[in-house]
């Protein structure tokens, strides 16, 4: 099935965690730079550089030390899907339609 493909309409929840949530909220606070808001459509590796280092984690990422929370790949450009908070750590989720699924379940389950 293809369900996975694309935004999920029943997801709605988990998509307020994806990056570009992330980003606005940043932007938001002055952090980033003010383009950000008007570039969300896609995610610059500079503005994604500020998110990074605001999270402290951007040398662990550019280290390859940055792995998916569910199904432990390592987290690239390409692949990041969203960012978590769990227990006080920030987890990262790939792009695999599986993570997506794990993680929208997590928050579901995190919220209920
Ligand atoms: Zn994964």
Redesign the pocket.
């Known amino acids: 099935m293809a369900s996975t493909a694309g935004t999920a309409g029943t997801n709605s929840r988990a998509h307020q965690f994806s990056i570009r949530s992330y980003l606005d909220r940043w932007a938001a606070r002055g952090d980033a730079p003010p383009r950000v808001t008007s570039t969300l459509n896609a995610v610059h590796d500079d503005d994604l550089e500020v998110f990074l280092k605001n999270l402290g984690v951007a040398a662990a990422f550019h280290a390859g030390m940055l792995k998916?929370a569910?199904?432990g790949?390592v987290i690239t450009f390409e692949n990041l899907y969203s960012v978590f908070a769990d227990s006080g750590a920030v987890r990262f989720?790939?792009d695999?339609a599986d993570?997506a699924k794990a993680l929208a379940s997590k928050v579901a389950n995190r919220v209920a």
């Open positions: 998916c569910f199904c790949d989720a790939c695999r993570c």
